[in-house]
C-alpha cells in the first residue's frame, strides 16, 4: 500500500514538471514567433522622405542713385521705356529721351509732374483725364496719363501714325541727326535751333547707346560729320573716326586766347556774363545769338575789343562765325588747321556745328 502511494506521488511530480516545462516551451515560442513582428512594425512607421522645400530667397537689397542731374535722372528712369517704343515703333530711344527732356524740362515742367504727359500732347479726340495749360494759347487742353509710360506710347503714335513723319522711317534707326532735322522740317516744332538742342542732348549724354543697344549687331555709328547742309562725298572722306578725339582726352582751357570763352558743363549766358563783367544782351550781340540757347564746348566771343591786341580785325581772324553750309572740314581748310585741332581748340567731341556758332579757329599763341 505504502508502495502504490509512492509511485502515485512520484508521477504526480513527474506530470507536474513536464506540463510547466511545455508551458514555458510554448511562451518562449509564442514571445520568439512575435519578435521579428515587431521589428517589421518599426521598419513600416519609418516615414516617407519629406518633399523638397525651396527656402524663400532674401529680399534684394535697393541701393539709391545718386545724380549729378534732374537729366541723368530722367534718363535712367525712362531709358527702357524708350526702348520698348523704339522696338515697337522703330523711333529711336535718343530721339525719344532728348525729346522728352527737353518738351518735359528733365521731367520738372507742369505738365509731366502733374499730368505724368511728358511731349505736350494736346487733347485732340482724347476722352480721357486733362488739365489745362497755358501754351499757345491760354488755358489748353492737355492729355493727363495715370502713368508717364502712357505719354510715351502716344508719343510714337502720334509720330508713326501720321503721313507727314513718314520720311523719317526712310532713315536708319541710329541716325538720330536725320531724325532730329526730319521731325522740324515736318513741322513738329517751330523752333530753328530744335534739332540741334536734341543732337546736343544726345551727344552729351550718349543717349545712342540705348539705340545700340536696341539695333545690337546692325548697328551702324552715324557717320562723324554732322552738317547743317548736306557736304559732298570728298569732304566726308576727308573726315575719318581717328580725327575724332575721344571726350575724355579732351582738355581744353575756359580763356582760349584774349576774349574768347570756352563753354564748359552746367554754365549758361548769365554765368558767363557774370564771370566776365558783361551782360547776356552784349553776349547774344558779340556771338549772334537770338536766344540763350549754347552747347558745351561752343567758344564765344566774351569782349568787344578795344586795344590793339584785341581788336576786332584781330579777333576777327582768331574766330569764326560758322554760316549756312559750313562744316569743320571746309572751315579747317579755310583757316589751314586740321578738323582735330579745331576741335580741340573748341572742346568738340565730334564735327556737330550750327549755324552763327562762333569758333576759334587759331591757337592762342597765334592770337
Not at 162 to 183: H, I, M, P, T, V
Not at 209 to 237: G, M
Request: glycine share 4%; proline share 3%; aromatic share 8%.
Amino acid at each position: 500500500m505504502k508502495r502504490f502511494f509512492l509511485y502515485l506521488l512520484f508521477g504526480f511530480i513527474v506530470f507536474s514538471c513536464k506540463t510547466k516545462k511545455e508551458v514555458v516551451t510554448e511562451t518562449k515560442k509564442v514571445n520568439t514567433e512575435q519578435a521579428p513582428a515587431k521589428e517589421n512594425t518599426t521598419k513600416r512607421r519609418i516615414p516617407p522622405v519629406a518633399p523638397k522645400t525651396y527656402e524663400t530667397p532674401p529680399a534684394k537689397t535697393t541701393t539709391t542713385k545718386t545724380y549729378v542731374s534732374d537729366t541723368e535722372r530722367y534718363i535712367d528712369t525712362y531709358k527702357d521705356i524708350a526702348q520698348v517704343e523704339m522696338r515697337l515703333y522703330e523711333i529711336p530711344a535718343s530721339i525719344t529721351l532728348a525729346q522728352g527732356i527737353l518738351e518735359s524740362a528733365s521731367g520738372n515742367g507742369r505738365l509731366s509732374v502733374e499730368a505724368n504727359n511728358h511731349f505736350g500732347i494736346k487733347c485732340h479726340e482724347w476722352t480721357g483725364k486733362k488739365i489745362y495749360h497755358d501754351d499757345d494759347k491760354k488755358q489748353e487742353c492737355f492729355r493727363k496719363y495715370n502713368d508717364a509710360k502712357y505719354s510715351f506710347r502716344d508719343h510714337s503714335l502720334f509720330i508713326a501714325q501720321r503721313d507727314r513723319y513718314s520720311k523719317l522711317f526712310q532713315l536708319r534707326k541710329e541716325d538720330y541727326r536725320g531724325w532730329a532735322k526730319g521731325l522740324q522740317a515736318a513741322g513738329y516744332a517751330t523752333d530753328k535751333k530744335y534739332p540741334q538742342k536734341l543732337i546736343s542732348l544726345i551727344e552729351l549724354y550718349e543717349l545712342y547707346k540705348y539705340d545700340q543697344a536696341v539695333l545690337e549687331d546692325t548697328f551702324k555709328k552715324s557717320s562723324p560729320v554732322t552738317d547743317i547742309e548736306e557736304v559732298d562725298e570728298v569732304e566726308v572722306a576727308e573726315v575719318t573716326k581717328e580725327e575724332i578725339p575721344v571726350k575724355e582726352e579732351v582738355k581744353v582751357k575756359p580763356l582760349v586766347g584774349k576774349g574768347v570763352y570756352i563753354v564748359s558743363k552746367g554754365e549758361t549766358l548769365y554765368s558767363i556774363s557774370k564771370k566776365h563783367n558783361t551782360t547776356v544782351k552784349e553776349l547774344q550781340k558779340l556771338n549772334g545769338l537770338s536766344d540763350n540757347t549754347i552747347s558745351v564746348g561752343q567758344a564765344l566771343v566774351v569782349t568787344a575789343s578795344s586795344d590793339a591786341s584785341t581788336s576786332t580785325t584781330a579777333t576777327t581772324k582768331a574766330v569764326y562765325k560758322v554760316k549756312k553750309g559750313d562744316t569743320l572740314y571746309s572751315i579747317s581748310k579755310k583757316h589751314n588747321i586740321t578738323v582735330k585741332e579745331l576741335q580741340n581748340m573748341n572742346g568738340l567731341s565730334d564735327n556737330t556745328i550750327s549755324i552763327g556758332q562762333v569758333l576759334v579757329v587759331k591757337p592762342s599763341s597765334k592770337n
